[in-house]
């Protein structure tokens, strides 16, 4: 069946450490997002990709880096510079134009210790 | 300001009720979403609509453009349907999505 893995499901990090979470789609989507959720709030948008070697920074870029070589695959890396990285981390992928709905991960959450 | 609030934020309801959760935005969109969250935190979306009204099975969603605003109803609501909706809707400008904050529904037997 298509869709969209994340990994981990859970993970817990020590401070200082970079982690990179993984998102893999076999949905044959050009687009793809990372957002973040905290309790309480919307999900707020860390990094997007519409195509292969191009993403663009989202509203809460800051201390996270990403990567696109395959269409398929956007992971996250959660930097140290990264403040408070203690959250649930959704990717979601979607196919170009104006039909295209949105397709999430089963999410990953990340836990500071 | 956030673009997308949605009321009520918590909602219990017994089972066999009718729901109803709105979601109003402020922004021009090209499509409104509503989505549902599982307490195991992936989201599955149920309706992307750009007018008008949309039925799957017990849930119907409808879309008022001019008033910038949207609702998802739940017919003869279930235990199962307990999860949080979360309205987005996509800007017409751009690829950016907006999130609401969701609705926690809670539907007891």
């Known amino acids: 069946d298509g869709g969209i893995t994340q990994s981990p499901k859970y993970l817990f990090r020590k401070e200082g450490q970079n982690v990179t979470l993984s998102c893999e789609q076999n949905?044959?989507?050009?687009?793809m997002y990372w957002y973040r959720q905290d309790p309480g709030q919307g999900l707020r948008l860390i990094y997007y990709s519409q195509i292969v070697n191009d993403f663009q920074k989202g509203d809460i870029a800051e201390g996270y880096s990403v990567s696109r070589e395959k269409k398929e695959s956007f992971p996250l890396t959660v930097t140290s510079a990264q403040k408070n990285p203690t959250a649930f981390y959704l990717c979601?992928?979607?196919?170009?134009?104006?039909?295209?709905?949105?397709?999430f991960g089963e999410g990953s959450r990340l836990t500071v210790l | 300001k956030n673009e997308v609030e949605q009321s009520p934020q918590n909602l219990t309801a017994q089972e066999g009720e009718f729901i109803t959760i709105n979601c109003s935005y402020s922004v021009g969109i090209s499509a409104l979403h509503w989505l549902q969250q599982h307490p195991g935190g992936g989201i599955v979306s149920l309706f992307m609509?750009?007018?008008g009204k949309k039925k799957h099975g017990r849930l119907i969603a409808t879309i008022n453009i001019q008033e910038k605003h949207s609702s998802l109803h739940i017919t003869a609501s279930h235990p199962r349907d307990s999860a949080v909706y979360i309205c987005?809707?996509?800007?017409?400008?751009?690829?950016?999505?907006?999130f609401g904050t969701g609705t926690s529904l809670t539907v007891i037997p």
């Open positions: 987005a809707v996509r800007s017409n400008t751009g690829n950016q999505f907006y």
């Open positions: 949905l044959n989507h050009d687009a």
């Open positions: 979601a992928s979607r196919r170009q134009g104006s039909t295209g709905e949105l397709f």
């Open positions: 609509l750009s007018s």
